[in-house]
T-cell receptor, first 112, second 111 residues
Framework: NAGVTQTPKFRVLKTGQSMTLLCAQDMNHEYMYWYRQDPGMGLRLIHYSVGEGTTAKGEVPDGYNVSRLKKQNFLLGLESAAPSQTSVYFC???????????FGPGTRLTVL | KQEVTQIPAALSVPEGENLVLNCSFTDSAIYNLQWFRQDPGKGLTSLLLIQSSQREQTSGRLNASLDKSSGRSTLYIAASQPGDSATYLCAAPQAGTALIFGKGTTLSVSS
């Protein structure tokens, strides 16, 4: 049982490049989330999904897109990366009955 | 809108001391509250989850309490150890969707 995994762990992009971050969970959770963590700002919600095929905007969605084609995977895309998107990105999933969130190890992204 | 505040922002204690971390939230209509630990450069590890029907939850040397009426939660760490050094985050749900996080308390325990 791997829990929540994220790929890649580190990435450096140039301004304007695109990339996709992959989150996978093997706990059969319905809810999945993408957060970003920045110094002095704490963790902020980017997008979330309440089930396969659904997505919704969080607090800071601009510049990001997401997809949830399979229940176990939640993808976060950056179409045209900007230096302001330099951050650590965390994925999380939630078990319904207890509503406890579990986090992945994070992806450290630098945009030059 | 839910807002979560953690006090203090940083705390340094000698090994063996008991300590309390504080968390306050503005929307008391929560169904649970979660405490996490984050080591430098690492992800978040769930420590304790307190359901709204509970007042306390314990795991080893950790004890978390929840008082919805006052909008407060505390994390009590007994007999602190250098290995407890980390950032502790409190998070409360907003509108049944995602968690709203405090900015954390960075704890340093010296031997």
């Amino acid at each position: 049982n791997a829990g929540v995994t994220q790929t890649p762990k580190f990435r450096v992009l140039k301004t304007g490049q695109s990339m996709t971050l992959l989150c996978a969970q093997d706990m059969n959770h319905e809810y999945m989330y993408w957060y970003r963590q920045d110094p002095g700002m704490g963790l902020r919600l980017i997008h979330y999904s309440v089930g396969e095929g659904t997505t919704a905007k969080g607090e800071v969605p601009d510049g990001y897109n997401v997809s949830r084609l399979k229940k176990q995977n939640f993808l976060l895309g950056l179409e045209s990366a900007a230096p302001s998107q330099t951050s650590v990105y965390f994925c999380a999933s939630r078990n319904g009955p207890i509503n406890e969130q579990f986090f992945g190890p994070g992806t450290r992204l630098t945009v030059l | 809108k839910q807002e979560v505040t953690q006090i203090p922002a940083a705390l340094s204690v000698p090994e063996g001391e008991n300590l309390v971390l504080n968390c306050s939230f503005t929307d008391s209509a929560i169904y649970n509250l979660q405490w996490f630990r984050q080591d430098p450069g690492k992800g978040l590890t769930s420590l304790l989850l307190i359901q709204s029907s509970q007042r306390e939850q314990t795991s080893g040397r950790l004890n978390a309490s929840l008082d919805k009426s006052s909008g407060r939660s505390t994390l009590y760490i007994a007999a602190s150890q250098p290995g407890d050094s980390a950032t502790y985050l409190c998070a409360a749900p907003q509108a049944g969707t995602a968690l709203i996080f405090g900015k954390g308390t960075t704890l340093s325990v010296s031997s």
